[in-house]
């Protein structure tokens, strides 16, 4: 009998259709843990009223500066890996996300080498990079990087893929779509990179070289820089799992929060809230949020997979969708996904820490992109972006119809304004930005017109 007829009959064709495309055990394993997730009543949701806010936790402030051996040993025994998969769609890119400009000549990929080159030669450690691409974004990836033939190491390699697994429709059945049989398939979140660097072999080869911690993040957060004092708490306390948390602000009100269920900490995402649960936005109760800034210990790791292939244990995600993102009439379809971060509920002995939000600015959308586009963000020779406001970034709004594809975006905004003196800035209609503008306090510009050079708002 197939490993298999635990599972409903509805399934059978996913796993198969998995199995045929060549996937390894450990992937067949997490897909299947997956599926049966989704037989459960209320698959994958985290209804506010059974969850309690956070309480105080650890604060990357509080933690001791290593001395100059500590911090080497700390960091000669990380890897820096940064999530790069995304093709950025959602802004009208073709190409990976990392390869948008975001300071002039420098795309995220270079910011990125240049913070990873400096932090090595501060501590003189050897700090891996290492890539989690997507089939799309691996090679103008790794064909940026050979800018800095510094950063190759010898023996580790510079990239592994992310997994992929079929789309499934509501009875359970895998999708198909003959106009386009790669859209029958999505990547299972980033959930997945503990089982792609095991199957990838990725995870071998850093035990092997002696590393021991591995710092993830995601490529478009640039201020995830290797922390030594971080590095160090892990191995002087042995934390095998710990998560790096912002206090909320409006800014993150759609992000994924930390709360308590039955003792334990979880992590939401908005994808895991029940029709009419209005309680994920409230920033000032749920006050901890994901940054998606992950470090965790690969022995660890590795020890929990020889007891379940599948670890660690992730809650189900339910993406609803249409087989074509584009055609809105096309199939509609369930993504299976799952979040790295969500191994804080599974991992004994998981930490979160509260960091300060230098070490967090995400370009999710063209509002975020304009942020750091700006004065707001200074970018220093070592790839640190150096915020120039004085409390909390300034909070960019612009009309999604003219701003939320980057070619439109570009078009009326060549030149960023002035945002370090901003609060708020919000663009209701067609506006075009002349050169020189500078934005103070809070603003609403409503189009059509036009900003002229050097015209203070």
């Not at 009439?329 to 300060?356: D, F, N, W, Y």
């Not at 119809?401 to 003196?421: G, N, Q, T, V």
């Amino acid at each position: 009998m197939s490993s298999d007829a635990h599972l409903s009959d509805r399934f059978a064709g996913t796993l198969s259709k998995m199995r045929s495309a060549g996937a390894h055990a450990m992937e067949l394993a997490a897909l299947r843990r997956r599926l049966e997730q989704l037989s459960e009543p209320g698959a994958g949701e985290l209804p506010g009223n059974e969850l309690e806010p956070l309480e105080d936790i650890s604060r990357l402030v509080d933690l001791p500066e290593p001395d100059a051996a500590e911090a080497r040993q700390a960091l000669d025994r990380t890897a820096v890996l940064k999530l790069n998969g995304g093709l950025g769609t959602s802004m009208g890119l073709t190409g990976p996300k990392s390869l948008l400009e975001i300071k002039p000549g420098k795309t995220f990929l270079d910011v990125i080498a240049m913070q990873v080159l400096s932090t090595r030669e501060k501590y003189n450690a050897r700090l891996p990079l290492i890539l989690m691409n997507s089939a799309g974004t691996r090679e103008p990836s790794l064909e940026l990087l050979k800018k800095y033939p510094a950063l190759a190491d010898d023996v580790i390699p510079a990239d592994f893929l992310q997994g992929r697994e079929p789309k499934i429709t509501a009875d359970g059945r895998p999708a198909e779509w003959p106009a386009n049989p790669e859209l029958e398939w999505c990547p299972p979140g980033h959930g997945d990179v503990y089982v792609a660097l095991a199957v990838s072999g990725m995870l071998e080869t850093l035990l092997a070289e002696g590393i021991r911690w591995c710092f993830v993040s995601n490529a478009d957060n640039l201020g995830a820089l290797p922390d030594a004092r971080i590095a160090a708490w892990l191995g002087g306390e042995n934390i095998p799992f710990a998560m790096e948390t912002v206090l909320g602000t409006a800014a993150d009100r759609k992000g994924g929060h930390l709360a308590r269920r039955a003792g334990r900490i979880v992590l939401r995402e908005s994808a895991q809230v029940p029709d009419g649960d209005d309680s994920f936005g409230d920033v000032t109760k749920w006050r901890y949020f994901n940054t998606n800034n992950i470090w965790f210990d690969l022995e660890r790791l590795k020890a929990l997979q020889d007891e379940d292939p599948a670890a660690p244990l992730l809650p189900l995600i339910v993406n609803r969708k249409t087989v074509d993102p584009a055609d809105s009439a096309s199939t509609p379809v369930i993504q299976l996904e799952t979040a790295m971060g969500a191994a804080i509920g599974s991992v004994e002995g998981a930490r979160a820490i509260e960091i300060p939000r230098t070490r967090f600015a995400p370009v999710k959308t063209t509002d975020d992109l304009l942020v750091v586009r700006s004065d707001a963000y200074v970018l220093d020779d070592g790839g640190e972006m150096i915020p120039e406001f004085t409390t909390t970034p300034p909070v960019v709004s612009l009309s999604k119809e003219f701003y939320k594809l980057l070619p439109d975006f570009d078009e009326r905004i060549p030149s960023a304004p002035s945002l370090k003196e901003c609060t708020s800035l919000e663009v209701d209609g067609d506006v075009t930005f002349g050169k020189n503008v500078v934005v103070r306090g809070d603003v609403k510009i409503t189009g059509p017109k036009t900003v002229p050079d050097g015209e203070v708002v």
